[in-house]
């Protein structure tokens, strides 16, 4: 069955600390991938996608995120944390216009 | 530009009970999406409208169902409520045909059945 898997649920950094969030897909063909960042009080909103092409795609906000298909892993990283960067992050996945899937999500929470 | 606005934001409603939810796609979008956010998880899919027709559905019962109008703007309906259906209630809106599968998402409805 196709699923998104995120591996930590709660990430707690100190700011400039690096962040790195996995995310594992099990799709059998070519996927769109997606991160979301869900602020507090605030709805979904896309931190970067990837389609087709630099398998390391950059998002807002200074982060990025690396596909790398041998491992079917899209995983996000930002090299120095801020406290404004406490949020829920959600990897997500589709076939083309497909419904687009979610993992369960990733709470961070970076300490001033 | 408008983005995705859903209403209301806020209803509680015991078991048993039906709710409509509605949500208006942002400008120049075709296509609706409606996912359920239960607490501390990920959004489930729950189906997709296009041309006033549901064109996907996700592991939903019947008792989800869902309207598309000609201006696009869709709506959810749930009956017969559950506590389980007790959520946020996501609408999403993107274009058919770019390929690209960007949502833009609302608010949301947060749902509370007792």
């Known amino acids: 069955a196709q699923s998104v898997s995120q591996h930590n649920h709660h990430v707690i950094l100190s700011e400039a600390a690096s962040l790195e969030l996995g995310c594992n897909y099990s799709y059998g063909g070519t996927v769109n991938l997606f991160w979301y960042v869900q602020y507090p009080g605030q709805h979904l909103q896309l931190l970067l996608k990837y389609f087709s092409g630099d398998p390391l795609v950059k998002g807002i906000k200074g982060f990025e995120a690396e596909f790398i298909k041998s491992k079917f892993s899209f995983n996000l990283r930002k090299p120095s944390v801020q406290w404004s960067d406490t949020a829920e992050y959600f990897c997500a996945v589709n076939e083309g216009d497909n419904d687009m899937r979610f993992g369960a999500g990733t709470r961070l929470t970076v300490k001033p | 530009d408008a983005g995705v606005t859903q209403s209301p934001t806020h209803l509680i409603k015991t078991r048993g009970q039906q709710v409509t939810l509605r949500c208006s796609p942002k400008s120049g979008h075709d296509t609706v999406s409606w996912y359920q956010q239960a607490l501390g998880q990920g959004p489930q899919f729950i189906f997709q409208?296009?041309?006033?027709?549901?064109?996907q559905r996700g592991n939903f019962p019947d008792r989800f169902s869902g309207h598309q109008f000609p201006n696009y703007s869709s709506e959810l309906n749930v009956n017969a409520l559950l506590l389980g259906d007790s959520a946020l209630y996501l609408c999403?809106?993107?274009?058919?045909?770019?390929?690209?599968?960007?949502?833009?998402f609302g608010e949301g409805s947060r749902l509370t059945v007792l």
């Open positions: 409208y296009y041309e006033e027709e549901e064109r």
């Open positions: 999403a809106s993107s274009l058919a045909g770019r390929n690209t599968g960007e949502l833009f």
